[in-house]
């Protein structure tokens, strides 16, 4: 599967996401740096599987509707590395799961109670 990460996710977090059988690259690694997000995704669709992203209104700006390129949603603290980490195997998991067109939050959204 090919990984692409958001110009806000560290370049360092990619070797906690890939095995032998994800390729990760970055935003500007592919060429796409400077790109809003309906440009970048456009463009990464063409060769990517996931868009990775801590962009918490990424979900709300973009339609994904018919879109062949799945988004994985990082909720961290920060975009340092250290307060990514603790999301790397739940992040792994969702890349094993997710499908094109999806978006996947991480952690996972509380859904609330109902009454």
């Known amino acids: 599967m090919k990984l692409l990460l958001d110009e806000c996710v ?14 990760c690259l970055t935003v500007p690694e592919a060429g ?9 995704l456009k463009l990464a669709e063409a060769s990517f599987d ?12 973009q339609n994904l509707m018919g879109r062949r390129i799945a988004i994985l949603l990082i909720r961290a603290k920060s975009t340092r590395l250290a307060d990514l980490l603790p999301h790397a195997q739940a992040c792994r998991d ?6 094109p067109g999806e978006i ?4 996972k959204a509380k859904q609330l109670d109902r009454y």
């Open 10 to 23: 560290p370049r360092r977090f990619s070797s906690s996401l890939s095995s032998g059988e994800h390729q």
């Open 32 to 40: 796409f740096g400077g790109k809003t997000n309906g440009e970048l």
């Open 50 to 61: 996931v868009f990775i992203t801590l962009d918490k209104g990424f979900a709300y700006q």
């Open 94 to 99: 969702a890349i094993a799961m997710i499908k």
């Open 104 to 107: 996947v939050q991480i952690p």
